[in-house]
T-cell receptor, first 112, second 113 residues
Framework: DQQVKQNSPSLSVQEGRISILNCDYT??????FLWYKKYPAEGPTFLIS?????DKNEDGRFTVFLNKSAKHLSLHIVPSQPGDSAVYFC???????????FGTGTRLTVIP | KAGVTQTPRYLIKTRGQQVTLSCSPI?????VSWYQQTPGQGLQFLFE???????NKGNFPGRFSGRQFSNSRSEMNVSTLELGDSALYLC????????????FGSGTRLTVV
């Protein structure tokens, strides 16, 4: 039972353009959402997060949008750079929980 | 500041054997979680330890077990290995529970033949 879903396994974007990665969830108890970036042979690294009381959080080139009514969040990367090429995982957690529920990941390729 | 250290990085085992993986968290972090990553399944939560106590467990068979020591280092054990156990096993540490704040290690790549 995949409670966090990333329906696009891969995405290719030209350098300088916007990358939009999407994530859907089914558990209405999730109150905190995170995006992780993963390079091959490395562990995931934290990128950006958002609390369910917000609908947008921005950090430099990265912005996460949360639509609670649609149970949907997205990560926008502007402008995209070749170094952004990696697998991006969406994750969520419930109040007081000590584990994350991850999506299956989206492989982003930024073409120079 | 040293990150999360997992050993070994790579491991090849035969079906039916058992294996122990190790994780040293960031100094001062008391929570250690384990995840299994397989193609198409993303990261699946195995279990979480805090102050030597397992606080949460994912939906894995009893062949998967773990423990945490007084210095917060953690080990996970898989007994009677199956081919389907081949995966990247990731350890994450955090100062405490909830709200993200997890730092992952580079993982142990286990191959069962």
């Amino acid at each position: 039972d995949q409670q966090v879903k990333q329906n696009s396994p891969s995405l290719s974007v030209q350098e300088g353009r916007i990358s939009i990665l999407n994530c859907d969830y089914t558990n209405s108890m999730f109150d905190y959402f995170l995006w992780y970036k993963k390079y091959p042979a490395e562990g995931p690294t934290f990128l950006i997060s958002i609390s369910s009381i917000k609908d947008k959080n921005e950090d430099g080139r990265f912005t996460v949008f949360l639509n609670k009514s649609a149970k949907h969040l997205s990560l926008h990367i502007v402008p995209s750079q070749p170094g952004d090429s990696a697998v991006y995982f969406c994750a969520a957690t419930t109040p007081g929980a000590n584990n994350l529920f991850f999506g299956t990941g989206t492989r982003l390729t930024v073409i120079p | 500041k040293a990150g999360v250290t997992q050993t070994p990085r790579y491991l090849i085992k035969t079906r039916g054997q058992q294996v122990t993986l190790s994780c040293s968290p960031i100094s001062g972090h008391r929570s250690v979680s384990w995840y299994q990553q397989t193609p198409g399944q993303g990261l699946q939560f195995l279990f979480e330890y805090f102050s030597e106590t397992q606080r949460n467990k994912g939906n894995f068979p009893g062949r998967f077990s773990g423990r945490q020591f007084s210095n917060s280092r953690s080990e996970m054990n898989v007994s009677t290995l199956e081919l389907g156990d081949s995966a990247l096993y990731l350890c994450a540490s955090s100062p405490d529970s909830g709200g993200g704040g997890y730092t992952f290690g580079s993982g142990t790549r286990l191959t069962v033949v």
